[in-house]
């Protein structure tokens, strides 16, 4: 069973024996000599006591260690005692009860919970020497530290850490009856600036940055300086004051007499009443914010040298006053007027004095009123003017959209265009109804006032009628492509006939496209008249000029130009359209 095992190293567990017997067969077929075989033995056998004797030398090593680390770790947890002031501590095992490793792993333990309560300890002792250290930097003014206090690590006892503590309190303590000194003098410094206007934010800054609303309570400065430049600051704005209240009161006698000589109305009068309550007053007694702005002394003296001048000064500032309100109703109403002129007249007639204030407001007043009649009486019109206008802004671009051999393409916004175009067909085919309509009603409303209806100087009859010519314009040259479409189609269909053959599409036979001179717009010489009702967005009129009337764009659309870039594409070489001179 051994030699099979030998032979066999796979069937049974290799062992030093049946290696040797293994290596006896490989001898025996060699023909090995004794010596031979005494001597390779020996060899096995020395080789053997070598390695023994590594894994001892090994085995000794790492006791030596173990026993050095266990040594280590005592020492180490007799500092930790030593250095959080614990004279004992309960676990430590004793140094010959158990072997090398259950000691360590019995003191591993207590080393963890004591570097843990070692480590906390630190952080208590490094916040507290933290907050030391800035409420003394606060204190001298220097409060910018950014290092860390250096904490005695050999001295982590209870017995220091209150003596920390204590003097922590103490600087709080101080701390606060700085804080509350400061709270004081800021408050006072906000009481002046507000009743002398000035701004508080900028005073309490320049005497330092932290003193403003905007940082929390905690952060101001309580520095011997901030304290004693606070107070300072206190005094220079108690002194403005007194100044301020003095110069006050003597243009408030002044402007009291003025009114007295000139019998001002009382309504006037309390325009200034919060200048005059402190005629009398105190310094202590004017509490009220901006009582003694230095705009408000200026608004007074001003006011005083305003009095001497105020009927002439006051009618020119009513009176155009009014002039606006009612330029602004004509400007709203689309009715055109001269407001340099009448700017002028009313400059005019309060120089010349020839005319009563009264009068005169009275006369303003009856054109405000005749206008906001007026501009009530156009409001149907006008809205359906701005409706009109929308339509043919779409039917324009309706025009654009269907010239475009790509709009059913797959793109990107196909579908919105295709939603729009649809919305639009529908909008369009309101517009000669809606023009019918504005065309009654202006006639109507013309007829009913004896005047012409005007769109911003504009008459808005003649921009219907120009838009009605050039709308059916339009659709005598859509008939008149399609018929030439129709032509140009029986002849192909003759010549398919003739010729038996269809000519090819991508040229059709006898077919150019003839471009005619650009005498009055596009091609072929038809005339390229663009309307625009937005006329008085860029300065455009209709007006008769020396018995010749000057027709500029009314509507926002070009019928006949895109017509005449559709003919251009269809027109035959034999059937030229001659151009328009």
């Not at 001295?155 to 220091?160: E, F, G, H, N, V």
């Not at 109703?329 to 001269?338: G, K, P, T, Y």
């Not at 339509?391 to 790509?406: F, G, K, V």
């Not at 029986?490 to 003739?498: G, M, V």
Request: with cysteine.
């Amino acid at each position: 069973m051994a030699v099979a095992d030998a032979q066999n190293p796979r069937v049974g567990e290799t062992t030093c024996g049946s290696l040797l017997q293994k290596l006896q067969e490989i001898w025996n077929e060699v023909g090995e000599s004794d010596e031979e075989r005494d001597k390779m033995l020996l060899q096995l056998e020395q080789e053997c006591l070598d390695v023994y004797k590594r894994k001892v030398e090994l085995a000794a090593k790492s006791r030596a260690q173990l026993l050095q680390a266990l040594s280590d770790s005592r020492l180490e947890l007799s500092s930790l005692l030593s250095a959080l002031g614990e004279k004992s501590f309960t676990g430590v095992p004793e140094k010959t009860s158990g072997t090398i490793k259950e000691q360590l792993g019995a003191i591993a333990p207590l080393l963890e919970q004591l570097w843990e309560q070692k480590e906390e300890r630190v952080k208590e002792f490094t916040d507290v020497q933290s907050q030391i250290q800035k409420i003394c930097g606060e204190i001298a003014g220097n409060s910018n530290l950014s290092e860390s206090p250096a904490v005695d690590e050999s001295d982590l006892s209870l017995k220091k850490l209150d003596e920390f503590q204590s003097q922590l309190h103490d600087l709080q303590k101080e701390k606060s009856e700085r804080l509350h000194k400061v709270l004081e003098f800021v408050s006072t410094v906000h009481d002046l600036c507000a009743v002398l206007g000035l701004d508080f934010l900028s005073t309490v800054t320049e005497v330092h940055p932290s003193l403003n609303d905007s940082t929390g309570v905690h952060t101001k400065s309580i520095s011997n300086d901030t304290l004693s430049r606070l107070a300072k600051t206190v005094l220079a704005l108690k002194e403005d004051k007194k100044q301020r209240l003095h110069k006050l009161q003597e243009s408030a006698t002044q402007l009291i007499d003025l009114w007295n000589l000139m019998d001002t109305p009382d309504e006037e009068r309390r325009l200034f009443e919060h200048v005059t309550c402190n005629i009398s007053a105190s310094v202590d007694e004017v509490t009220v914010p901006g009582s003694l702005a230095l705009d408000l002394i200026e608004q007074t003296e001003v006011e005083v040298d305003r009095l001497d001048q105020l009927k002439s000064s006051r009618m020119k500032e009513i009176a155009f006053k009014k002039q606006a309100e009612l330029e602004e109703i004509f400007a709203r109403a689309h009715v055109e007027i001269d407001t340099e002129a009448a700017r002028e007249k009313i400059m005019e007639l309060i120089d010349s004095g020839n005319v009563e204030p009264t009068e005169l407001l009275a006369d303003m007043d009856d054109q405000i009123a005749k206008a906001k009649d007026e501009a009530l009486s156009r409001r149907d019109i006008l809205d359906k003017v701005e409706k009109w206008m929308s339509a043919c802004e779409e039917e324009s671009w309706l025009e654009d959209y269907n010239r475009d051999e790509n709009r059913y393409n797959a793109s990107r916004g196909a579908h919105l265009n295709l939603k729009r175009a649809e919305k639009a067909r529908i909008l369009v085919n309101k517009i000669p109804a809606l023009v019918d309509t504005l065309v009654a009603k202006t006639r109507g409303w013309e007829e009913e006032r004896g005047i012409s209806f005007t769109y911003d100087g504009v008459p808005l009859l003649a921009m219907l009628d120009e838009y009605a010519m050039l709308r059916q314009e339009r659709e005598e040259e859509k008939r008149r492509m399609r018929d030439q479409k129709k032509y140009q189609e029986l002849q192909h269909t003759e010549q398919e006939t003739i010729f038996g053959s269809k000519p090819s599409p991508a040229r059709p036979v006898g077919t150019k496209k003839v471009v005619g001179p650009r005498a009055n717009g596009g091609p072929n010489g038809t005339p390229s008249r663009r309307l625009s009702l937005n006329a008085h967005q860029n300065g455009s009129r209709s007006v008769v000029k020396d018995g010749k009337r000057d027709l500029r764009p009314v509507a926002p659309m070009n019928y006949v130009e895109m017509a005449k870039e559709d003919a251009a594409s269809h027109i035959s070489g034999t059937d030229t359209v001659p151009a328009s001179p």
